[in-house]
């Protein structure tokens, strides 16, 4: 899962990986995790109302990369009223020039969610052991824990956690679409400005009936995917 703007380094780790393994310093698995390698989702200017429009491009790009390497993708998913609005705060605070009440109609009928590109991530990879699990069923570590399959190293790893692009509120994301960016434009100076701890209100955009709407289609999505045999049959409990 390939973030494309660094693709160069990464094809160069890659290759120096293969070349160690060819000298005998065997490795069982790689795992690079970056979300941007689905593309953008809902863009302004695409011409169609699928979830992730560019994917199919770079999953394409992910092939001529890594080939049949792949053995294993794991993807986590999240309900749509909750990564709806997350998704926009963070496209606000980065450059979206657009408020989320002009753009929220289509991304309410937007077509072709989660399965469509599960769907698309095993055209492309028909060989791959695809495993999905759900952002509210397990903490990181633990989905880490469940990828990897292993109890040997617990314990014998520390987490060392540093957290970026916290929730925005809304006075934060107003704040940075009237500021004009620049080179060193931070966007979490921005979001620790107007914390929420401080003062401002959670971004919170959506109404009980959207709310409503949108997890019950993320509940029907999750039973397709548990009956297609996909979705870990058993998730994982949350940690406190």
Request: hydrophobic share 40%; glycine share 6%.
């Amino acid at each position: 899962m390939l973030h494309w703007s660094l693709a160069a380094q990464q094809k160069s780790l890659l290759a120096q990986l293969m070349i160690d393994r060819s000298q005998g310093r065997a490795f069982n698995s790689v795992i690079v995790s970056e979300e941007n390698f689905l593309g953008h989702a809902f863009p302004l200017g695409s011409k169609t109302d699928l979830f992730y429009p560019n994917l199919a491009k770079m999953l394409r790009g992910l092939k001529r990369t890594l080939g049949s390497r792949i053995s294993r993708i794991h993807l986590c998913i999240r309900s749509y009223d909750t990564f709806l609005p997350s998704y926009y705060a963070m496209r606000a605070m980065f450059g979206e020039r657009n408020d989320f009440k002009s753009i929220k109609a289509r991304w309410m009928k937007v077509e072709g969610g989660w399965p469509s590109v599960i769907e698309r991530i095993a055209e492309h990879f028909p060989n791959a052991q695809l495993r999905v699990t759900t952002f509210e069923s397990a903490t990181p570590e633990e989905t880490f824990w469940q990828i990897i399959g292993s109890e040997r190293l617990r314990g014998r790893l520390s987490w060392n956690v540093e957290v970026h692009n916290q929730s925005p509120t809304c006075e934060a994301i107003q704040a940075a679409i009237q500021l004009k960016k620049t080179p060193n434009f931070d966007p979490d100076e921005v979001v620790h400005q107007y914390h929420v701890h401080r003062h401002g209100k959670r971004f919170d955009p959506l109404s009980p009936d959207e709310k409503r709407l949108l997890s019950e289609r993320y509940a029907r999505d999750l039973e397709a995917l548990r009956r297609g045999g996909l979705l870990a049959s058993q998730p994982l409990e949350r940690v406190a």
